[in-house]
């Protein structure tokens, strides 16, 4: 079936960082890519998504690009701050129509 | 307009019992989506309701069932605990089933110990 794989966290940072999260998958068909992030003590929320292959998603500063060669939808930013530590799950909709999460990836920014 | 609103919060049960979680969508949301989510898997989809119907369910065994009401809102249970069912359970709403748009709009989550 299909199935999402990122990166194992931890991943630590200091503020002002560069950052990239890895996201691959594995589909049939054309699947939706999507990050979600979870904040502490809060739901998760949709962070940025992308409809077509060579599609870059963006919000608050991150940006991820829907890469239908590689399989890939890998989160970056330029700058990360201290507000950006959270656990960020890359997702996509599968070929049934399922919204299929990675296993998550925390991050911690040091300040 | 108030978020996705899950009941309750904690809850503590023993091997053997049943429990029931419930979820109330956001206003004007006709889709319900149930996930588990521990440490070592992530969020594993266990099922999606849509206008009172199941529309798509997941791998998980006969003792995780789910209902969803005519006020969209959705319960969903799971009898003969075991430890393993240990989690955070979570609900998402959608305007309309989510696999179309992808935008899930997710509660805090109920947070399940089994003793």
């Known amino acids: 079936g299909d199935s999402v794989t990122q990166m194992e966290g931890p991943v630590t940072l200091s503020e002002e960082a560069f950052l990239t999260i890895n996201c691959t998958y594995t589909?049939?068909?054309?699947?939706?890519p999507f990050w979600y992030v979870q904040y502490p003590g809060e739901g998760l929320q949709l962070l940025l998504k992308?409809?077509?292959?060579?599609d870059k998603g963006s919000n608050k500063g991150f940006e991820a690009t829907y890469r239908k060669e590689t399989t890939s939808f890998h989160l970056e930013k330029g700058s990360v701050q201290v507000s950006d530590s959270a656990v960020y799950f890359c997702?996509?909709?599968?070929?049934?129509?399922?919204?299929?999460f990675g296993k998550g990836t925390r991050l911690h920014i040091l300040p | 307009k108030a978020g996705v609103t899950q009941t309750p919060r904690y809850l503590i049960k023993t091997r053997g019992q049943q429990v029931t979680l419930s979820c109330s969508p956001i206003?004007?949301?006709?889709?319900v989506s149930w996930y588990q989510q521990t440490p070592g898997q992530g969020l594993q989809f266990l099922f999606e309701?849509?206008?009172?119907?199941?529309?798509n369910k997941g791998n998980f065994p006969g003792r995780f069932s789910g209902r969803q009401f005519s006020n969209s809102r959705s319960e969903m249970n799971v009898s003969t605990l075991e430890l393993g069912d240990s989690a955070l359970y979570l609900c998402?709403?959608?305007?309309?089933?989510?696999?179309?748009?992808?935008?899930?709009?997710f509660g805090e989550g109920s947070r399940l110990t089994v003793l």
């Open positions: 998402a709403s959608s305007l309309t089933s989510g696999g179309n748009t992808g935008e899930l709009f």
């Open positions: 589909a049939t068909g054309y699947p939706s």
């Open positions: 992308a409809t077509k292959a060579d």
């Open positions: 997702a996509l909709r599968s070929r049934d129509d399922k919204i299929i």
């Open positions: 206003s004007g949301h006709r889709s």
């Open positions: 309701y849509f206008s009172e119907t199941q529309r």
